[in-house]
């Protein structure tokens, strides 16, 4: 079995005095994908997350394992890395031979991607959730039972993954590496948060604008539709509330959100809407709640379409007054100036 070379990491790095629990949930999780292009081609990738940094990560086109923080080789020497990543080049093609041989048995077509999720999740009350997961093509295949220490089917009517069960299930030694090492889990977790502490702690302001979506077809007394931009945020959890005359609006058709979605560079972004009436003559605001924040809120109010109506009325005029303005200063100038050097008169 591959899957849980993988993890060995944790459990070399295990500490030996307990380090606290984190005041919030954490997730240790290393994700594998496996793609098997044909009985000769296959590529595979794998990644570990704490929470949502990803800690290392590994493509084995050269199954190399690579350090994507700082601070993510600590608990492991040179040598370590270096015996895992060759137990996992070894582990590897054993573990395609055996799919390839499942595959061909089972009348498999090509091609076939194979997922897995291995890890833990610890809560702030000090208990903990061991998993692991995989997947065939994105649906549920098999997952390890870590009370009972057996492999179940996750559908009960697949034959592919029954046939998967009770393979896993015959072999013993892979099962109590995998108990082994999810019951190491938790411990790796909290040694990770601690030497990751800064990073899980990182804080990045949300920046929010506040603009409207022209309704559907000009004239139509469509709802005008508000949209609150917040972007740039970190650590995920953000409240994000529209005000009407300083009230909050209470949830319905009216409103809608985007949901927390990530940026490029492991920052979030949400985008909330608000549907309002055309000829609506209430205040509207928008207010974003993150930790970075301090305990203070960003408010951004929207600015009414007549004020930005008015503005335009306003620049306009005063532009066409200083063009106006401009060109009586010339044309004033220029007859002066013909004056100035005009034959026969001279300068004052
Ligand atoms: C297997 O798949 C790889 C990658 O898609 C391709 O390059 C190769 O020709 C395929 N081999 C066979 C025997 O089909
Ligand atoms: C501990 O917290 C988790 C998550 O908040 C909860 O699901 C679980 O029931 C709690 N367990 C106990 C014993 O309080
Ligand atoms: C909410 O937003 C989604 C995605 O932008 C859109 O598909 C859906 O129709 C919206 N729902 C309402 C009630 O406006």
Not at 271 to 295: I, K, T
Request: charged content about 20%.
């Amino acid at each position: 079995m591959l899957l849980p070379l993988l993890l060995l990491p944790w459990a070399w790095g295990a500490l030996a005095a307990s380090p606290p629990v984190p005041p919030a949930s954490v997730t240790l999780r290393l994700l594998q994908i496996y793609v098997f292009h044909n009985a000769s081609s296959m590529d595979m990738e794998g990644m570990a997350l704490l929470g949502d940094l990803e800690t290392h990560s590994m493509d084995c086109s050269t199954c190399k394992i690579r350090f994507r923080q700082p601070w993510a080789q600590q608990g492991l020497t040179p040598k370590q890395w270096q015996d895992l990543e060759l137990l996992i080049q070894r582990s590897l093609s054993d573990f395609i031979l055996k799919v390839n041989r499942g595959a061909q048995q089972q009348g498999m077509g090509y091609p076939f991607v194979i997922q897995g999720s291995l890890g833990c999740e610890l809560h702030p009350n000090g208990t903990s959730r061991r998993f692991y997961d995989a997947g065939v093509n994105g649906e549920d295949f098999i997952s390890f039972d870590a009370d009972t220490g057996k492999w179940v089917a996750r559908q009960g009517d697949n034959v592919a993954a029954l046939y998967a069960r009770d393979l896993l299930n015959r072999d013993k030694g892979a099962a109590s590496v995998i108990q082994f090492l999810l019951r190491t889990c938790v411990n790796e977790l909290k040694s990770f948060v601690q030497h990751g502490k800064e990073s899980l702690e990182r804080q990045e302001r949300p920046v929010a604008v506040v603009f409207a979506r022209a309704p559907p077809q000009a004239g139509t007394p469509a709802p005008l539709l508000l949209v609150c931009r917040v972007t740039g945020f970190y650590p995920r959890p953000i409240r994000v509330a529209w005000l009407q005359d300083g009230e909050e609006v209470v949830a319905g058709w009216w409103l809608n959100s985007s949901g927390i979605l990530p940026n490029a560079d492991l920052t979030y972004q949400l985008r909330s809407s608000l549907a309002v009436g055309p000829g609506d003559q209430h205040s509207y605001a928008c207010r974003v709640e993150h930790s970075s924040l301090g305990g203070q809120s960003l408010l951004i109010p929207w600015e009414q379409t007549r004020r930005w109506g008015l503005g335009l009325v306003v620049g306009i005029t005063l532009g066409v007054v200083t063009i106006a303005a401009v060109a009586v200063v010339l044309w004033w100038s220029r007859r002066r100036g013909y004056q100035d050097v005009g034959p026969g008169e001279s300068s004052p």
